[in-house]
């Protein structure tokens, strides 16, 4: 039965196969024989197609041979010689044209071609190691908070780029004359030395408003591995005439204002022990200092200081012991004095990340012409209210303030002849207050005080003749001072600051009705700017508030001097490294100022020189 089926299966196939490749081989015979004619230009040709060329239209028993494929012929006439191109519609049972049929593709068994896909039946699995963890000995860190920056190692410095060393040079307008050198030994961690020198005069539009300042001095300090040892010497020499007169009256023709000069000749010893960043470390530091002094009219001062402290660190804890002697004689022409101050302070301070405590007594000794014995408070505590942005600080304490010609000199120096001696007694100074920054770059410090004063020091008018020179009085009993001062300060940049001060003072005064000379407000500003590498600028403004000048007998009464504000600029320029020139600008506002009494500020000038760095 098998054998039956196979084999009419293998007649089909060969039916199949053999029938269509005799009509096709029967259908190439059929060709023309007749000679074709010239030919034409052949028109447009279809798209390319299956294409059987045959000389003579297909007989009827060829046609049903292809059966259906037959049926759907389409014929393509191309002309291929001479013939009329209209012979075919003509005469469609005579052809001369080679005439080609394109007829649709229908495939056969035979031209299939079977595609064999068995199941992969092999069972593959992969291989899969086993896992092992190890746990990892690390600290988290919290990324939520921002990392502290590791301090950078500053890069060495070039010794040729190191120029400390200068000398300047100048004039102005009002008879100025300028100079001044500093000088080094240059680049030693362990030992510096060097001097320097100042020269500075001018003369006003007054009759003899002169004055002069000349300055020179040397320096040194070593650095061993346990301690510091510095020195100075200096001297200085001013000179002014007392040019002030009273305006009230005419000036005299033979009119001659007495010439003043101040000389001082001082020195400075100090060695201390270098900071150690070490536990429960002790310190400390020896001073001595003194200086000689006089003036043009036979007064002298010569004062030593011998002052140290001993500290000794025990965790947040410090406990130490400063004192000082001040020694210091006085003579004038009417009086020779012995005035000395025996000061020592004990203290504990204690301090840690949020507070600061310093804890102590002040115990003066007052001996010499006069002898007193006092016990002050010397306390002082700091808290931070806003961590490294705000802090809180209260102070107490009391002092002797030494009365000093030189620092009246310093002061006021239209001074007169045999300045009364005097010290006076700062009782109980408290103050509070604020400091810190409030933002980078911005910082501040504000705070109220109030002063309980003893035999407070006045500078008043002292007439002789027609020339104003300055004594000075003491209001006895105990004074008060209450205030505001407030200080700020803004470097956003190294090339960028801008600072000042304010300060509000309303005084009590115990015998005198007023605080002569002593103005009840001030305010001091000024910048710095460095453009560029080679510009810089600089300004400066004080405005100070009216006061009230008298003379010692109330003879002249009482005058109220006004406020004023004198700004002052200068502007400094780099042509290299080494040369610069330097110009400078006081009182831009031209304003008729006046300090003390009878003596007017100079008015606007302007000077400037050139410089050299080496």
Not at 172 to 181: C, I, P, R, V
Not at 182 to 187: C, L, M
Not at 249 to 272: D, R, W
Not at 531 to 538: A, L, N, V, W
């Amino acid at each position: 039965m098998k054998f039956k089926y196979t084999y009419t299966l293998l007649t089909l196939i060969m039916v199949l196969y053999f029938v269509p490749a005799i009509a096709q081989t029967k259908q190439n015979t059929k060709k023309a024989t007749t000679k074709p004619q010239a030919k034409k230009p052949a028109p447009k040709k279809a798209p390319a197609k299956q294409v059987v060329k045959t000389t003579t239209a297909p007989s009827k028993t060829e046609a049903q041979n292809l059966g259906d494929a037959a049926s759907r012929v389409i014929r393509d006439t191309v002309k291929k010689g001479g013939t009329n191109a209209n012979a075919l519609d003509k005469n469609p049972g005579s052809l001369s044209e080679e005439i080609v049929v394109t007829t649709a593709y229908k495939p056969v068994l035979a031209d299939a071609v079977k595609i064999r896909r068995n199941p992969e039946l092999e069972d593959k699995i992969p291989f899969k190691a086993p896992l092992t963890y190890t746990a990892l000995d690390k600290r988290l860190d919290k990324n939520e908070e921002i990392k502290q920056l590791n301090a950078m190692k500053m890069p060495a410095e070039k010794d040729s780029a190191l120029m400390p060393d200068y000398i300047k040079a100048g004039l102005g307008n009002l008879k100025t004359t300028y100079g001044e050198a500093y000088i080094t030994n240059g680049r030693d961690e362990a030992l510096q030395t060097g001097g320097y020198i100042k020269h500075f005069a001018q003369a006003g539009t007054l009759y003899k408003q002169n004055e002069s300042k000349d300055a020179i001095g040397v320096f040194g300090k070593s650095i061993t591995d346990n301690n510091a040892l510095s020195g100075r010497i200096d001297y200085s020499y001013n000179t002014n005439y007392f040019y002030g007169y009273n305006t009230s009256v005419p000036i005299p023709l033979n009119f001659n204002p007495g010439k003043q000069h101040f000389s001082t000749l001082g020195a400075e010893g100090e060695i201390a022990k270098n900071y150690k960043d070490v536990e429960n470390d002790f310190t400390y530091a020896l001073k001595l200092k003194g200086y000689t002094f006089s003036d043009a009219y036979h007064a002298k001062e010569n004062n030593v200081v011998l002052s140290g402290f001993l500290n000794q660190t025990i965790k947040q804890f410090y406990a130490g012991v400063s004192a000082s002697a001040d020694l210091s004689t006085q003579n004038d022409s009417l009086y020779s004095y012995n005035n000395s101050i025996l000061r020592v302070n004990p203290y504990l301070k204690f301090q840690g990340n949020n507070y600061k405590i310093d804890a102590g007594i002040s115990l003066v000794d007052e001996f010499g012409f006069t002898s007193k014995f006092y016990i002050f408070p010397a306390a002082k505590a700091e808290l931070q209210v806003i961590p490294k942005y705000v802090r809180l600080f209260v102070e107490a304490k009391g002092d002797v303030n030494k009365t000093s010609i030189r620092d009246f000199s310093l002061l006021n120096p239209f001074i007169g002849q045999n300045i009364a001696i005097k010290n006076s007694v700062d009782k109980l100074d408290i103050s509070a207050g604020l400091k810190g920054t409030l933002a980078p770059g911005l910082s501040f410090k504000a705070d109220i005080f109030r002063n309980s004063i003893g035999n407070m020091p006045l500078f008043v008018s002292n007439f002789t003749s027609t020339v104003n020179k300055f004594a000075v009085i003491y209001d006895g009993g105990s004074s008060r001072v209450n205030g505001l001062n407030g200080e700020l300060d803004f470097k956003p940049a190294d090339d960028l600051d801008i600072f000042g001060r304010v300060e509000f003072k309303n005084y009590q005064m115990a015998t005198e009705t007023q605080a002569w000379n002593l103005p009840k407000f001030k305010l001091t500003a000024g910048t710095a700017i460095q453009i560029t590498d080679k510009i810089k600028i600089t300004g400066s403004l004080l405005f100070r508030g009216a006061t009230y000048s008298r003379d010692v007998d109330l003879s002249k009464g009482v005058v109220n001097i006004s406020s004023f504000a004198d700004l002052s600029g200068g502007v400094e320029y780099r042509i290299n490294k080494r040369i610069f020139i330097f110009g400078k600008v006081n009182n831009i506002l031209n304003t008729n100022n006046q300090t003390w009494l009878y003596y007017p500020d100079y008015g606007f000038n302007i000077f400037g020189g050139a410089g050299f760095s080496f």
